[in-house]
C-alpha cells in the first residue's frame, strides 16, 4: 500500500513537474504570444488606385495584421473624397498622400484633423515625358528634342499629332480630376502651348497606362506626364524633358486656379508622406511610430510594381513576397518582438480566400489573355491605328456639322422631328423647351460631342441588329447560336473591353463608340427577331398565295408589321448607348460624360448634376422621340 501510494505521489509530482514546465515556457517567449491590437476597430485603409499606393497599402496592411495583431481593410474612392474621409476619421491611414498637392489636405492639416507622418519614398520624380526611341538611336524621330521650351516648333507639334484634330499636338494629361491635371493644364498655357496642343485627359490611370504601354509597344510618337515611382517609370526606357527650376511663386501661381499661369516651372521635390487621421494617430501611437521609419528606396520600390505587374499578383501576394525577401529593410520599421511576430507569421502558409473548391484544380485565362493582347497590339497595332484613324475622320465630320450649326435650328430639328412622330403640340413645345435649357446651363457643345457618339454608335447597332435580328428569326441554328452570344454581350461588364479597345485603337472615341456598340447591339438584335417571329403566320401564308419571294415578303410584310417592335429595338439601343457615356469618358471620349466624372472626381457635386441633369434631357428627348414613331406603327398594325 505504501508502495502504490509512494508511486502514485512520484506521478503526481512529475505531472506538476510538467504543467510548471510548461507555464515557464509559455511565459518565457512573450515574443511569440498573441499581441493585442492597440485599436479595438479594424484599422481603415485608402483604397488608393494606383500601383505605388496600393504595394505600400498592402505591405503596411501585413505588417500591422502580423506585427501588431489588428484586423485591416481598404476604402475605395478616388483621392479626393478619401482625403475627405481621412479628415473625418471614418479612413484611418492614406498610404501616399502627397501633401503640398491637395487642397482638401491642406485644409484638414491647417485645422488639425490629419497629420502628415514619416515619408513612404523619397526621391520621386514627376514631369513630362517622351519615350527614349524618340530621342536616341538611329531611328530617333526626335534627336535634339530635351526640353519643354522645344516643343511649340512645327515639326514637335506635327510630330506628337492629335488624330482627333490633326492641326494641333497631343499631349497626355493626367486622369480627369487628379491634381495634376490642373498644374498641367496651367503649363500648358504658361509655355505659350495651348494653341498647340490638345490638352488630353483620359478618364482612369489605368486607361493612360494602357495608352502609354500600346504606344511604346508599337513605337509610337507619344508626349506624356508621368512620374516615378510606378511600374512604367520602372520598366520602360523614358527622357524626362528638361523644366525652369522650381520657384515658390510659380508653383503657388500655377496650383491656383486663380492664377494667371504666364510662368512655368518643374514640380518642387516631393513631399508624399503617410496620411494619417490626427484621432487614429493618438489611439494607436505605436503604429504611427513605425509609420515615421517605413521608407521604400525608389528603385526597391520600382522593382517590385514590375515584378507585380510582370506577374499579375495581387498587391498583398506582392507584399508578403516583398516580406520574405527584404527583412533587412523592414525590420528597421519596427521593434524586435513585433519583426519575430512578422518572421514567424511569414513561415506559415499566407492566407488565402476561402474555398471548399480544391485549389489545385484552379486555372487561370489571365496569362494566355494578355499575351494575345500584347500580340496583337506589338503585330497588328498599325493596322488597328489605320482603321480607327478612317472611324475617326467620320466622327470627327459628323462633330464638326453639329457643331456647325445654329442652336436655334438644331432645336428646331428636334422639335421638328418630335411633331413628326408623335402628332402632340405640347410635347413638341416642351422638346424644344428642355433642349434650351441645355444651352443655359452652359452644356451646348458638350452635348453635341455626345449625341455625335450616340448618334454613330447606336447607327452601327442598328445596321448590325437588323440583319442578325432577322436571320435569327428565319433560322433555329443562327438564333441558338446568338442567344448564350448575346448574353454574354449583356451582362459582361463594359469595363472588361475598354482596357482592349484602347490599346488596340488608341484613347478617345473610336474604343468608345466600339464599347459602345457592344454594350447596345443586343436588344435591337432581340426584338427584331421577336417583332420579326411574331408576325401572324396566316399574313405570310398570304403574301405567298400573291407569289412574293421571300425578300419581297420580308420587305413588304414583315418589316412593316414588326415596325413597332423594330422601334422599340431602336429606343432601347439609343438609351443603353446613352448610358454608356460616363464610362465611356473614362477612356477619353469627350462630351457630357466627361463633365460627369470631372465632377465626381473633384467632389464637385454642382459639376456632376448640371452634366448628369443634360444626359437626363437629352435622353427624354429621344426616348419620346422614336417612341412617337414605334407607336405610329403600332397604331397603324
Known amino acids: 500500500m505504501r508502495r502504490f501510494m509512494s508511486r502514485n505521489a512520484t506521478a503526481t509530482a512529475h505531472l506538476w513537474a510538467c504543467v510548471l514546465a510548461l507555464l515557464f515556457a509559455g511565459f518565457s517567449v512573450p515574443a511569440l504570444a498573441k499581441v493585442e491590437c492597440p485599436v479595438t476597430e479594424p484599422v481603415r485603409f ?9 504595394f505600400i497599402t498592402a505591405v503596411m496592411q501585413e505588417i500591422i495584421e502580423r506585427g501588431y495583431g489588428c484586423a485591416t481593410e481598404t476604402v475605395p474612392g478616388n483621392t479626393v473624397t478619401l482625403e475627405q474621409a481621412l479628415a473625418n476619421d471614418d479612413i484611418h491611414i492614406l498610404a501616399e498622400e502627397w501633401v503640398s498637392r491637395s487642397d482638401v489636405w491642406k485644409k484638414a492639416a491647417a485645422v488639425g484633423t490629419v497629420k502628415a507622418i514619416g515619408h513612404p519614398f523619397t526621391e520621386a520624380r ?3 515625358y517622351v519615350p527614349d526611341y524618340m530621342v536616341h538611336g538611329s531611328d530617333a524621330a526626335a534627336p535634339g528634342l530635351n526640353s519643354v521650351s522645344q516643343l511649340a516648333d512645327p515639326r514637335y507639334v506635327a510630330l506628337f499629332r492629335d488624330p482627333e484634330q490633326p492641326g494641333k499636338g497631343r499631349f497626355l494629361n493626367c486622369p480627369s480630376g487628379w491634381t495634376c491635371e490642373g498644374v498641367n493644364s496651367a503649363k500648358l498655357k504658361a509655355y505659350g502651348l495651348t ?11 489605368p486607361a493612360m497606362d494602357a495608352a502609354i504601354t ?10 506624356f506626364y508621368y512620374w516615378s515611382p510606378s511600374p512604367i517609370a520602372g520598366r520602360l526606357k523614358l527622357v524626362q524633358l528638361k523644366e525652369p527650376p522650381w520657384s515658390a511663386a510659380c508653383w503657388a501661381d500655377l496650383t491656383s486656379r486663380d492664377g494667371k499661369h504666364t510662368q512655368g516651372c518643374a514640380a518642387p521635390p516631393a513631399d508624399v508622406a503617410y496620411g494619417v487621421s490626427t484621432p487614429f494617430a493618438e489611439r494607436a501611437p505605436v503604429i504611427t ?6 521608407t521604400f528606396p525608389i528603385d526597391d520600390l520600382n522593382a517590385n510594381l514590375v515584378r507585380r505587374a ?26 524586435t518582438n513585433t519583426a519575430e511576430r512578422i518572421s514567424t507569421s511569414l513561415g506559415t502558409a499566407a492566407p488565402v480566400a476561402k474555398s471548399n473548391f480544391p485549389a489545385r484544380w484552379t486555372l487561370s485565362i489571365r496569362q494566355p489573355v494578355n499575351g494575345a493582347v500584347s500580340g496583337l497590339v506589338r503585330d497588328h497595332g498599325e493596322g488597328f491605328r489605320a482603321v480607327a484613324n478612317a472611324g475617326l475622320s467620320v466622327i470627327v465630320a459628323l462633330d464638326g456639322l453639329l457643331g456647325a450649326i445654329p442652336w436655334w435650328l438644331l432645336i428646331a430639328v428636334f422639335m421638328g422631328l418630335a411633331w413628326a412622330g408623335t402628332r402632340r403640340i405640347g410635347l413638341t413645345v416642351a422638346i424644344g423647351g428642355l433642349m434650351l435649357v441645355m444651352g443655359l446651363l452652359g452644356l451646348w457643345s458638350l452635348m453635341t460631342q455626345t449625341l455625335t457618339l450616340m448618334l454613330i454608335a447606336s447607327l452601327l447597332a442598328v445596321l448590325i441588329g437588323l440583319p442578325v435580328g432577322i436571320a435569327a428569326a428565319k433560322s433555329r441554328w443562327i ?21 482592349p479597345a484602347l490599346m488596340l485603337f488608341g484613347l478617345g472615341k473610336v474604343p468608345a463608340i466600339l464599347a459602345t456598340v457592344i454594350y447596345a447591339l443586343p436588344p435591337m438584335i432581340r426584338l427584331t427577331t421577336l417583332g420579326i417571329e411574331r408576325v401572324d403566320h396566316e399574313v405570310r401564308e398570304a403574301g405567298d398565295s400573291f407569289g412574293l419571294t421571300p425578300w419581297q ?28 457615356v460616363v464610362v465611356a469618358s473614362m477612356i477619353g471620349a469627350r462630351g457630357l460624360g466627361e463633365q460627369v466624372l470631372n465632377g465626381i472626381q473633384t467632389l464637385d457635386v454642382g459639376m456632376g448634376l448640371e452634366a448628369g441633369l443634360g444626359i437626363v434631357i437629352l435622353a427624354f428627348v429621344l426616348d419620346r422621340i422614336t417612341q412617337g414613331f414605334g407607336g405610329k406603327g403600332a397604331s397603324h398594325d
Open 46 to 54: 485608402a483604397g488608393v488606385n494606383w500601383e505605388s499606393g496600393e
Open 126 to 128: 514627376e514631369g513630362w
Open 195 to 205: 494653341g498647340a496642343y490638345v490638352d488630353f485627359r483620359p478618364g482612369t490611370g
Open 214 to 223: 500600346a504606344a511604346y509597344a508599337q513605337k509610337q510618337p507619344i508626349l
Open 289 to 294: 511610430a513605425m509609420l515615421a521609419k517605413a
Open 310 to 335: 510582370d506577374g499579375k499578383l495581387t498587391a498583398r501576394a506582392q507584399a508578403v513576397w516583398f516580406l520574405k525577401a527584404h527583412p533587412d529593410l523592414w525590420r528597421q520599421w519596427v521593434d
Open 479 to 499: 438564333k441558338g447560336l446568338s442567344q448564350p452570344v448575346l448574353d454574354i454581350m449583356q451582362t459582361l461588364p463594359a469595363f472588361v473591353y475598354l482596357i
Open 553 to 580: 415578303r420580308l420587305w413588304w410584310v414583315e418589316l412593316p408589321l414588326a415596325r413597332a417592335t423594330l422601334m422599340a429595338g431602336v429606343n432601347q439601343t439609343i438609351m443603353l448607348a446613352l448610358s454608356m
